[in-house]
């Protein structure tokens, strides 16, 4: 059965990084999926920040992310990443990975930014 994992939140001040892994396990082919990491504010609802695009290898960023946050992956370790950078209480939420084009989801990680 395949399932994907994050980790890596926690509670950071304002200003601060984060990186958060998302590891797939269960024999998928991790390498032919595009991944995407989504969040969900409270009171929000979910909201999709970026994404591969898995014909070209290229990301798609949410506008609103102002080039803070970048995606990663290391397809020999089945683990895509996210950095966060610069971040800000209003990014406070639950943030979690997907493997596009999937019923995929990761049981999301908390991120608490503090002012």
């Known amino acids: 059965q395949v399932q994907l994992v994050e980790s890596g939140g926690g509670l950071v001040q304002t200003g601060g990084s984060l990186r958060l892994s998302c590891i797939a396990s269960?024999?998928?082919?991790?390498?032919?999926?595009?991944m995407a990491w989504y969040r969900r504010a409270p009171g929000k609802q979910q909201r999709l920040l970026l994404a591969?695009?898995?014909?070209?290898?290229?990301?798609w960023y949410s506008d609103s992310l102002q080039g803070r946050f970048t995606l990663s992956r290391d397809n020999a370790k089945n683990t895509g990443y996210l950095q966060m950078n610069s971040l800000k209480p209003e990014d406070t939420a639950v943030y979690s990975c997907?493997?596009?084009?999937?019923?995929?989801w990761g049981q999301g990680t908390q991120v608490t930014v503090s002012s």
């Open positions: 591969t695009i898995s014909s070209s290898g290229s990301t």
């Open positions: 269960g024999g998928i082919s991790f390498s032919d999926q595009a």
């Open positions: 997907h493997f596009v084009g999937t019923d995929l």
